[in-house]
């Protein structure tokens, strides 16, 4: 019963794992698209609060022998540390 249910249906089935390849294929590129598209926005975010940053006050213009200069040398010092980039410039 099961064995006749089984041959007797492959038209069926066919169709069905067609229908199931085609959603997939259409679900796998628009799921990319959309986590490319946060990625994105959060690197935009990223990017701009470091602009944000360097350009504060706080910096004082990153100026030549002001502190700002320094704290703005240990802010990028850190994003390249968190990024797991090494430079021959850390100390110096």
């Given amino acids: 019963m099961i064995g006749s249910w089984i041959t007797g249906n492959w038209k069926y ?3 069905a ?3 199931l390849i085609a959603l ?3 679900v796998v ?4 698209s959309a986590m490319a598209r946060a990625d994105d ?7 701009a609060e470091a602009a944000k940053y360097l350009a504060s006050e706080e910096c004082e213009g990153r100026g030549i022998g002001t502190k700002g200069i320094k704290l703005a040398a240990e ?4 994003q390249f540390a968190a990024a797991g980039l090494k430079t021959d410039l850390a100390d110096g």
Avoid: N
């Fill in 24 to 26: 997939g294929l259409l």
């Fill in 75 to 78: 802010f990028i010092a850190r």
């Fill in 13 to 15: 089935r066919t169709a």
């Fill in 41 to 47: 926005q959060a690197t935009e975010s990223r990017l």
């Fill in 17 to 19: 794992t067609s229908v």
């Fill in 29 to 32: 590129p628009c799921l990319s």
